[in-house]
T-cell receptor, first 114, second 115 residues
Framework: GENVEQHPSTLSVQEGDSAVIKCTYS??????FPWYKQELGKRPQLIID?????GEKKDQRIAVTLNKTAKHFSLHITETQPEDSAVYFC?????????????FGKGTLLTVNP | GAGVSQSPRYKVAKRGQDVALRCDPI?????LFWYQQALGQGPEFLTY????????KSGLPSDRFFAERPEGSVSTLKIQRTQQEDSAVYLC?????????????FGEGSRLTVL
């Protein structure tokens, strides 16, 4: 099955700096890569996603890049703000037999210091 | 409400007790998932329903775990003879999509503590 590795596990940045979180996946059939944000005690919420026919996607201060050859994808947050502080999870799923199932990374605790 | 609703939000059980966790998905969402999230970890897949059909239960840790969605809407996750290692947040999520590339809408979760 799919295995998703996520790094770093914790990340601390100053307000206004950029933050980058990286994930690798093992199943070359995976073709959908969402990122979820989870604030303490809250539900995970989708912030951005990318499909394998696209190399990069941007939404305001958030961008995701995908390298299918290397089987890794990254989340980039620019001009970070204290409200960006949360745990971020990457995930992957594949078309085919288990296409309904997302496999999540272990998460990155992002702290943005004012 | 418009979101996924789970109850109870918090459950404390003595080891050996049975528990039942309920999920009300967003109306009209065909797909329903249960995930288990241990402290400091990412959600781990337990089981998947498409309408009332349980298409995958490969993530259920043991035969003490059972899930149902009899009418294709509300779902219940039941854990029999709870053990300490069952302590976790149980997240329910629903999606309009049948394929795996649709947004998952999560509930707030049910935090189970087994003493």
């Amino acid at each position: 099955g799919e295995n998703v590795e996520q790094h770093p596990s914790t990340l601390s940045v100053q307000e206004g700096d950029s933050a980058v979180i990286k994930c690798t996946y093992s199943d070359s059939a995976s073709n959908y890569f969402p990122w979820y944000k989870q604030e303490l005690g809250k539900r995970p919420q989708l912030i951005i996603d990318i499909r394998s026919n696209v190399g990069e996607k941007k939404d305001q201060r958030i961008a995701v890049t995908l390298n299918k050859t290397a089987k890794h994808f990254s989340l980039h947050i620019t001009e970070t703000q204290p409200e960006d502080s949360a745990v971020y999870f990457c995930a992957a799923s594949s078309s085919g037999g288990s296409n309904y199932k997302l496999t999540f990374g272990k998460g990155t605790l992002l702290t943005v210091n004012p | 409400g418009a979101g996924v609703s789970q109850s109870p939000r918090y459950k404390v059980a003595k080891r050996g007790q049975d528990v039942a966790l309920r999920c009300d998905p967003i109306s009209g969402h065909v797909s329903l998932f249960w995930y288990q999230q241990a402290l400091g970890q990412g959600p781990e897949f337990l089981t998947y329903f498409q309408n009332e059909a349980q298409l995958d239960k490969s993530g259920l840790p043991s035969d003490r775990f059972f899930a149902e969605r009899p009418e294709g809407s509300v779902s219940t996750l039941k854990i029999q003879r709870t053990q300490q290692e069952d302590s976790a947040v149980y997240l329910c999520a629903s999606s309009l999509a049948i394929e795996g590339d649709g947004e998952l809408f999560f509930g707030e979760g049910s935090r189970l503590t087994v003493l």
